[in-house]
């Protein structure tokens, strides 16, 4: 067991992938917290986590008591910005969930007020650690696609009445988003990630097709344009039926051609090269992943990089910036559809909560 003490905020849906993650890199997991305590009180029982770990309904009082080095935010979108300001001001190192905030002045605050501190921020993007993300990253960064043309995202999943029932934030504008800020982000982040990062331009359309019952969006197209000439086209919905469909990301460039698949990204389904460096087959075969569900393998090697990011005092794998980029992209997917604009980037303000009543 290493050193650190850890504590997660927010008992949902995703926690346990957090818990699981935080086990397997022997944290000490000193506290839970949850305004629930029922779900706390399944976490303990799931996972056999030992009788004296705290259970608390309040985190500010789990922080001063507690004095966790590593802090997980799994709550409601909507409140991970203040809950992370006020864990930096605690001086917990931090693993945020996707995304990193609903606002991008409270994402700001974040990245500025985690270096003053000297804390260690981590967006909850795992599926960058996909081994198939990994073996794309390493080809990018190697120049192997020669000038990147284009890429896209499609996240083609469904959801209905009930997983917007199990939380009644989910759908909100005030503390969620919609397909694109929830569903997609991952898919979204992975795109920006791998075509450049800078963008110049982004135009969106969106709507609410299916789900009558939320107030944000369960279909997304975009197009983006990138600082270095390349494009990316972006398709989100969770109108699929009957099931999740696909996740998928190509990346087109003048001397290859790769595609990711799967439920989300585990697999590798396209890998054409002008080097012939490798073997397509041998490629597919060797990074593949077959996960459970949609959150894949990516949050242990996530918290293992963390982890170490702290006691070797570096940034992380994927930061807060990170976090806020993907958030940024969202937002101006959304601002080019309710506006009917083409946007420019960079923002530098904005919020889901400036969409209230768009459909």
């Known amino acids: 067991m290493t050193n650190l003490k850890y504590a997660l905020i927010g008992c949902g849906r995703i926690s346990p992938n957090h818990i699981s993650a935080a086990l397997s890199n022997n944290l000490k997991i000193v506290a839970l917290c949850d305004i629930d305590q029922e779900k706390m009180d399944q976490i303990v029982m799931d996972f056999h986590l030992p009788q004296d770990v705290k259970k608390y309904v309040n985190y500010g009082e789990m922080l001063t008591i507690e004095k966790p080095d590593l802090v997980a935010i799994c709550t409601e979108s909507g409140n991970h910005g203040q809950i992370a300001l006020d864990s930096i001001d ?58 990147l043309l284009h890429g896209t995202a499609h996240i083609r999943w469904n959801r209905g009445r009930d997983y917007y029932n199990q939380a009644p934030w989910r759908g909100t504008w005030s503390q969620d988003g919609g397909a694109l800020m929830n ?15 800078e963008i110049e331009e982004v135009v969106g359309l969106t709507d609410n097709l299916m789900h009558g019952y939320i107030e944000a969006e369960d279909f997304g197209v975009a197009l983006v344009k990138f600082k270095n000439g390349s494009y990316g086209l972006i398709e989100g919905t969770t109108n699929i039926y009957p099931r999740n469909l696909e996740e998928t990301l190509y990346i087109f460039g003048e001397k290859g051609t790769a595609k990711l698949g799967g439920k989300s990204v585990n697999l590798i389904e396209e890998w054409m090269f002008a080097d012939k460096l490798d073997d397509p087959q041998q490629i597919k075969s060797t990074y593949y992943e077959n996960p459970p569900n949609v959150y894949g393998f990516g949050h242990t090697p996530l918290y293992e990089d963390v982890i170490d990011a702290i006691v070797s005092d570096r940034e992380p794998y994927v930061t807060a910036l990170d976090g806020r980029r ?29 969409f209230k009543g768009m459909f």
């Open 90 to 147: 605690a001086g917990c190192h931090l693993i945020i969930e996707k995304p990193i905030s609903l606002s991008l002045e409270e994402a700001d605050q974040i990245i500025k007020k985690s270096k003053e501190k000297n804390v260690k921020v981590s967006a909850c993007h795992q599926n960058r650690f996909n081994k198939s993300v990994q073996k794309l990253r390493e080809a990018v960064e190697g120049g192997r696609f020669g000038r």
């Open 183 to 197: 569903q997609c982000i991952h898919n979204i982040d992975l795109l920006r990630w791998m075509m450049g990062e």
């Open 326 to 354: 993907a958030l940024e992209l969202v937002l101006a997917i959304y601002h080019s559809s309710f506006k009917k604009e083409i946007v420019k980037l960079p923002l530098h303000k904005g919020s889901t909560v400036d």
